[in-house]
């Protein structure tokens, strides 16, 4: 049997490695679904033990449409994970979601097709319809929240995440639609991954780091490039550490 790894951290665009981690360890696991997107990187954090995985792998070679999504939650929950914080680069849609904005949603749409989107989806397997009304763990997104103030760190108290499936960016019009549709943050990685925690039974929180705006939505309209998100993302994420490790004191 694994010891328990208090808080597994999933990467997205822009943050391959935590830093902070001490001592780590990699860890390669397969599962009946494939490899994971890169190795599992076991430390410690604040006294607690913390796993971090690259979601797009950790010289971001995996497009959002091809993560292998049940390979990580797999990954995660047989390596013992008590819980996730999924990290995400998004684009921002309403007024208060500006590039460098980290926000916390409670809620999302799922605009993605053509992914394999639960462990159910094979021969022999029992159907499980998991209530997913509330996408995010309500404890873990209340300690989050408790962190952030603690630790003086700006964060967004909820929000609708709509997950689209890239790997390009959103058209104007679909952005429009979004809106009308009550996003406030666009993503390409959100889902299935929420859903494959919740079937997995593993609490699981998404910490939006706004890397753009959205198609549309800039105030101040340019074409978005790579290095901006990038830009972007860092700057963002300067905060985490500190919000982490408030975070890991108060987890049981």
Request: aromatic share 4%; with cysteine.
């Amino acid at each position: 049997m694994r010891d328990a790894i208090d808080l597994a951290i999933i990467g997205g665009t822009g943050l391959y490695r935590l830093a902070e981690l001490e001592s780590p360890q990699a860890l390669s696991l397969d599962t009946r679904y494939g490899a994971p997107s890169g190795p599992l990187r076991v430390g410690e954090l604040g006294g607690r033990r913390v796993a971090f995985l690259a979601r797009h792998g950790e010289s971001h070679s995996v497009a959002p449409h091809r993560i292998n999504y049940r390979a990580n939650i797999r990954a995660l929950a047989d390596a013992g994970a008590r819980r996730i914080l999924a990290v995400n680069a998004v684009g921002g849609i309403t007024e208060a979601m500006g590039p460098r904005v980290l926000a916390l949603p409670d809620q999302l749409i799922d605009y993605t097709y053509g992914r394999i989107a639960s462990f159910c989806d094979e021969e022999g397997v029992d159907v499980v319809h998991v209530d997913f009304g509330d996408p995010y763990d309500a404890t873990l997104r209340q300690k989050l929240i408790a962190s952030a103030r603690a630790a003086g760190v700006a964060l967004v108290d909820g929000g609708v995440y709509g997950c689209t499936q890239g790997p390009r960016l959103e058209t104007s019009a679909e952005i429009t639609r979004m809106l009308r549709d009550g996003c406030d943050l666009v993503g390409m990685t959100g889902m299935p991954e929420a859903a494959l925690a919740r079937e997995a039974g593993i609490p699981y929180a998404s910490l939006c780091i706004v890397a753009n705006w959205a198609a549309g939505c800039d105030p101040d309209p340019h074409e978005i490039t790579m290095q901006e998100v990038l830009d972007n993302v860092a700057g963002a994420t300067a905060e985490v550490p500190a919000l982490l490790r408030e975070l890991l004191s108060r987890l049981d």
